[in-house]
Every structure is written in structure tokens, then in C-alpha cells.
């Protein structure tokens, strides 16, 4: 609902405190407005329950000299509400989702996190979402690593940590919310999409006559369809900020006229328009910001760090000396991402960082996932023979599909026991660092020579480590008779007797 509001000269944006009822949502916003120096509203509530919405209005901060006011509601929680909770979702900027991460609650909070996050992808642009992670003071809230396990399995999200009661992280995750809004007040700007004149709802009494009078009126039906994706409006979008950014970033310059390059440190409050892509982008940043991972210059130039299941990775090339020329690199990744998501591991970020001196350098991150490789050292460690000779073949089916599957990228993506992920699919995914434009990577083997490439150096190592290595293939060249995947079974099965 964000809109220019040119009478009063401010920028209108919504935030939405959205989580299942007894949360913690009326607390943080009790909290927050404390904090801002606001009231909070909450009509038509009962015996302290939240039947449409609390209200907080605030103003503060600028974007493009006029100043943000910021109409902060919460949702009602309760399953017979969801119709008011549907409607204010859909006025959103960004959401806080706000969820008690007690032991007894969690499960119920993951499930509000799989409805959430689909709706807030499928806004075009997308929604920013922040997950506030509350009552992290109770004794039987869940371990951090357990959580962050857990929302991995669903979609990369920012996670901040609260304690509504005491205020703690409140602010926090408020201010990141208002920085993905603007990320996707950007996006609506670049697009033409970003109206002027006077908010539909100015205060909480006008919203609330809006609900009622909405409850009022037949349902609309629901649109089921995804919006575009966000890559359809990321070239307007660093139009309209990498200029701005690149001044703040200079002013922020702490090296001043210091020759070497700045340390690369993740920045989840980075400017918008910097980032691929904008939402998950945030998200996954906001994430590593704590890990402290240091990146180290490689004996090529390159810059690399990896730790706490992320990597990060700059080539000595991807330094570029004016804003013009960052765009068009961080434009080129942006589209070869969404060309070949398919085949991708999730969990990637590509970002534009401020290299000093007036330069900017552009990142990979990534989020480590298992291999191949470690699949198969995994198995040489099983007990039974009949066991590794079980993984060497899946290992093998697995990467001549992979190596099938790689033809339908646009860029070539390397297929290696290393790049290659270890889950058992019929797409299986690139894991690896995505190669550069520009790289000149042989074109790789297929079939046979593809497998006798990569697991001749593993027979042999397994060949010294096992002494039932015999047995071992024995039971390769059994089991591959009978494999619904003839062919790579089939070559397996001669390399290993060859080896």
C-alpha cells in the first residue's frame, strides 16, 4: 500500500505484525511504540484479545527528502479471524512475523511460517518478511541451530531474536522490516507502480470502518496466480538507488585514502538495489551478519571465506571502478540465477559491497550443502560391503544425471563429485559456486568417461582403506545387473574392475 503522500511530503509505507494469537504481537507493538515515543491503538478488542488490529503511527527517517511514516498494525491471531488477518496481509510492505519459539509452540509456529512466506514471495514485488523469534527467555524455547535447521527447510528468512516483555530485539527487527520495505518501495518506483496522494486508511478508525465495511461486501476471489519474478524489476531498481548508495557508501568510507581494498563484512542493512535478490538476498545476509566470517585473498587474487555452512566468493576481476559497470555485472548474475534456478542449490545471495576508494566488488554467497563427495565418504565408512557397493552405484546414477540435467543450463555449470549435491533426485542441484560469465571451463566428459574422471581416485583410495574391497566390487557388478539405472550401473561396473 505504500504510497506518496505529496500534501503532507511524506512516504506512507505498512508494516505487519502477523503470528498466531498469544505470540507476543500487541507486546511488541506495546514495546515498540514505547520506544518510538507513540501510542498504541487497539479498537474493538476484547478481554485484551486483538479482534481487528493494533495501531502504532510513526514518523522517522528519509527516503529521497521526504520522511517515512511508517502505519505499523498487528493481525488478529485467531483461526476464526483469518478472514481480517487475509486483508490487512495484502496491504503490507513487510511482515513481522512474530512467533513463539517455545518448545510446545514451535511446530505450530513452523507452519505459520510455510503459509506466510508463500503469500509474501508471490506479491510482486515481494514482501520482505522478518521472522521475530519471541519469548527467547523461556526456558524451553528452542535452540537457535534447531530453529535456524528448521526454517531452512521452508525459505531463507532474517530471524531476529525477542523477548516482548522485556523489549529486547523489538527494535531491531522493526528497523529491519522498514528497510525491506523500502527495498520493495524501490522496486514499485522503478516500475511505475508507486502512486501518489492520501492513504486509503490515514488512521486506525478510518482502517477499521475499511474492515467492516469489507466484511460487509461479498468476498472478492482470490487471484491464485505468482507474480513475476522480482529479476523483472531489478534493473530499475538499481537505477534508482546504486548512484545514492554509492555516495553513502563513500561517506561511510572508513579507510579514507587508504590503498588497499575494504574488508568485506555482510551488511543486512546494506542499501537496496545492491543485493540479488532483494528479498531472500536481505534475508540470507541478515543470517551470515553474525558468523564472522572474515574473507582471505587466495594466492590467485581471489577473495574466499567459508564457515557456519556458508561460503563466500569474489574472483580478482569482479572489482569494478565505476557504478555503471557494477550494475551491468550484478544485472548479468541476476539473470544467469534466475535462467538456471532449477538447477540451483537454494540459499544464494549476490551483493555489490563498497571495495574502497570508490570501487565495488561483487560477492557470491552461498549456503553449503552436502556433495557427492561427502556422500561417498560417508559410505566407505560403512560396515557392510553390500552397503558401499549400494552407494557407489546411487553415487554414480546421481551424477550422470546431474551431468543429463546440466545441459539445459545456460551457463556451464561444472559436475563434480563436489558440485554436484548428495539428495537423491531426478534433478539433482549445482552446489557449487556459480561460474562467472566469462570462464573458460572445459566442456566436461559424459557417461563413462564422466564417472572414470571422478571416482576412479575414490576406488583406488577405497581399494587401500577396505579390505573387503574385493567383496566391494563384487557386489557392484551383482547389483548392477539388476539396476533400474542400466547404464551408469554399467559403467561402474567396469571401472571398478578396472581399478
Not at 139 to 165: C, F, I, K, N
Not at 213 to 231: T, W
Request: charged share 25%; hydrophobic share 40%; proline share 6%.
Amino acid at each position: 500500500m505504500a504510497i506518496i503522500d505529496d500534501a503532507r511530503g511524506v512516504l506512507v509505507v505498512r508494516i505487519v505484525y502477523d503470528g498466531p494469537a498469544l505470540s507476543g504481537k500487541t507486546t511488541s507493538l506495546r514495546a515498540l511504540a514505547k520506544g518510538v515515543s507513540s501510542k498504541l491503538e487497539c479498537p474493538a478488542e476484547l478481554s485484551g484479545r486483538t479482534l481487528f488490529f493494533d495501531w502504532v503511527d510513526y514518523v522517522g527517517g528519509l527516503f529521497d527528502g521526504r520522511q517515512i511514516r511508517c502505519q505499523i498494525v498487528s493481525v488478529p491471531g485467531q483461526k476464526e479471524l483469518a478472514h481480517r488477518r487475509r486483508l490487512l496481509l495484502e496491504s503490507a510492505d513487510s511482515v513481522v512475523l512474530v512467533l513463539d519459539t517455545r518448545r510446545m509452540e514451535w511446530d505450530f509456529g513452523l507452519g505459520w511460517v510455510r503459509d506466510t512466506v508463500p503469500f509474501c514471495r508471490g506479491k510482486s514485488p515481494p514482501v520482505g518478511l522478518v521472522l521475530q523469534a519471541n519469548k527467547r527467555d523461556a526456558p524451553d524455547s528452542v535452540p537457535t541451530e534447531e530453529m535456524q535447521r528448521s526454517l531452512t527447510r521452508v525459505a531463507p528468512v532474517a530471524v531476529v531474536p525477542s523477548t516482548a516483555t522485556s523489549g529486547e530485539g523489538i527494535r531491531e527487527a522493526f528497523v529491519l522490516a522498514v528497510r525491506l520495505a523500502l527495498d520493495r518501495v524501490r522496486a514499485l518506483s522503478a516500475a511505475g507502480q508507486l502512486t501518489h496522494g492520501k492513504p486509503d486508511q490515514d488512521d486506525a478508525a478510518q482502517l477499521l470502518s475499511s474492515m467492516q465495511s469489507a466484511e460487509r461486501e461479498p468476498a472478492a476471489p482470490v487471484d491464485g496466480a505468482l507474480a513475476q519474478s522480482a529479476l523483472n524489476s531489478l534493473e530499475a531498481e538499481i537505477d534508482a538507488e546504486v548512484d545514492a548508495s554509492r555516495r553513502e557508501l563513500r561517506a561511510q568510507d572508513l579507510n579514507g585514502a587508504e590503498p588497499g581494498e575494504r574488508l568485506f563484512v555482510p551488511d543486512p542493512m546494506m542499501p537496496g538495489g545492491m543485493i540479488w535478490p532483494p528479498v531472500d538476498g536481505r534475508a540470507l545476509l541478515h543470517e551470515v551478519a553474525s558468523l564472522e566470517i572474515r574473507p582471505l585473498r587466495t594466492t590467485r587474487d581471489d577473495w574466499a571465506g567459508s564457515g557456519s555452512g556458508f561460503r563466500f566468493h569474489s574472483q580478482a576481476a569482479a572489482v569494478f571502478p565505476d557504478s555503471q559497470s557494477a550494475r551491468n555485472e550484478l544485472l548479468e548474475w541476476a539473470r544467469l540465477h534466475s535462467a538456471n534456478s532449477a538447477h540451483l542449490s537454494a540459499g544464494r545471495a549476490v551483493i555489490l559491497a563498497d571495495a574502497g576508494n570508490g570501487r565495488l566488488r561483487l560477492w557470491q554467497i552461498v549456503r553449503s550443502e552436502a556433495t557427492l563427495r561427502e556422500r561417498l565418504a560417508t559410505a566407505c565408512q560403512l560396515p557392510e560391503a553390500i552397503q558401499v557397493a549400494d552407494e557407489l552405484i546411487g553415487v554414480a546414477i546421481q551424477l550422470a544425471v546431474a551431468r543429463e540435467s546440466f545441459e539445459d543450463t545456460t551457463i556451464h555449470l561444472p559436475c563434480t563429485l563436489w558440485t554436484v549435491g548428495s539428495g537423491v533426485s531426478y534433478r539433482p542441484t549445482f552446489v557449487g559456486l556459480m561460474p562467472s560469465r566469462d570462464s573458460h571451463i572445459p566442456s566436461e566428459p559424459r557417461g563413462r568417461e564422466l564417472l572414470l574422471r571422478e571416482l576412479s581416485p575414490q576406488l583406488r583410495e577405497l581399494r587401500r582403506s577396505r579390505v573387503d574391497y574385493a567383496e566391494v566390487v563384487t557386489r557392484v557388478v551383482s547389483r548392477a545387473e539388476y539396476s533400474a539405472r542400466e547404464a551408469p550401473a554399467r559403467w561402474l561396473s567396469e571401472i571398478v574392475q578396472s581399478t
